[in-house]
Structures are given as C-alpha cells and as structure tokens.
C-alpha cells in the first residue's frame, strides 16, 4: 500500500496512526516486533542493485505499516469527522 493511499473501512478511511498517545510499553512491543519482523533479513551494502533497494524500501515500508497497525491507534475519519 502506497503511503498516500487510504483504505475504507465500514464508510471510514484509515489515514494514519496516532503516534503521539503511545505510551512508552506500546513503543518498546513496536520496537521489539519490527526486530522480530527483521530477523534473519540480509542487510544492503555498498554494492547493491537498484532492485534490492526498492525491494528493501518496500519492505519496510510494510513492516512498519504493520507493526503500527498491531501497536498503535488508527486515525479514521468519517463522513461526520470534523477537520479540525
């Protein structure tokens, strides 16, 4: 999933994450989880191609989606949700 994207949900789109409430226990389980997510994954080094960099952004870009889907409060708006 693209970050810009937004996903509908029972006529409310998810758009991000709640980061400010977390508590300092949800922090640490976050971070423990990506560590778990990323054991055993090869890391890039200095000579790499342009595929196994897009292959990595890729993946973090999904691990870190779902550990903040595991840890942290979704922000959802609905057709009623103020802006403001």
């Known amino acids: 999933m693209d970050v ?3 996903e509908e949900a029972d ?3 998810v758009v991000g994450w709640n980061l400010l ?3 300092e226990e949800v922090q640490e ?3 423990k989880l ?5 054991t055993g994954r090869a890391h ?3 000579v790499c191609t342009q595929d196994e960099v897009e292959q990595e ?8 989606r779902k550990v903040l ?4 409060k979704k922000i959802r708006i609905c057709a009623k949700s103020k802006r403001w």
Do not use: F, I
Request: glycine letters at 4%; charged letters at 25%.
């Open 4 to 6: 810009g994207t937004q």
């Open 11 to 13: 006529h409310e789109r």
């Open 21 to 23: 409430v977390m508590m």
């Open 29 to 31: 389980a976050a971070k």
């Open 34 to 38: 990506r560590m778990e997510l990323a």
């Open 44 to 46: 890039l080094d200095a």
């Open 57 to 64: 952004a890729t993946w973090c870009q999904e691990t870190l």
């Open 69 to 72: 889907d595991v840890t942290a």
